[in-house]
């Protein structure tokens, strides 16, 4: 209908690619669509390697100390007390890589600044998020190991070594 309109309109006017105001818009967007899903699929296992080795490191780090959690334990140290400290230690160097991370990525967002819609590249409320998750995920995984190392039998920590 709209080739037969145009050539009653005009019969040199080309008509060369038709199709709805839907699947321009779709094949316009799926190329910045597949970079976002890709960098999200990138980002998920970034997070997911970061989070395996922040609970190797806490729990490499609290079998080492077995002993002097053992020994704080058996002085009648109370647990939370032990796990509190655990959590201290492993969060430092997580603050650490979130600053210097929130740092390099007000840098890099100038060059996926045209793959964002509608959204400030530095963006305080996104950063925000970005930086409480990961905290918050970081500090699930050294919950676990930390929790963990508290509940060592004194008497054979103490002995075993």
């Known amino acids: 209908d709209v080739r037969l309109a145009v050539r009653e309109t005009d019969p040199e006017l080309p008509v060369l690619d038709l199709g709805t105001l839907t699947s ?7 190329g910045p669509q597949l970079a976002a899903r890709s960098i999200s699929a990138n980002a998920v296992i970034a997070l997911l390697l970061a989070l395996t ?23 009648g140290g109370r647990r939370s007390a032990v796990v509190t400290m655990l959590l201290r230690q492993a969060l430092a160097p997580t603050f650490a890589g979130i600053v210097i991370g929130l ?3 007000a840098i890099a967002t100038r060059a996926i600044a ?26 699930a995984a050294s919950c676990v190991p930390a929790i963990r190392a508290t509940r060592v039998n004194a008497a054979l920590a103490l002995r075993a070594e």
């Open 24 to 30: 321009a818009i779709d094949s316009a967007l799926s």
């Open 53 to 75: 080795g922040v609970y190797s490191v806490v729990t490499f780090a609290s079998s080492r100390r077995r002993r002097e959690i053992a020994i704080r334990v058996a002085l």
């Open 103 to 105: 740092a390099l990525a």
């Open 114 to 139: 045209v793959l964002l819609y509608g959204v400030n590249p530095l963006d305080p409320l996104t950063y925000a998020l970005t930086a409480a998750s990961l905290t918050a995920a970081a500090a």
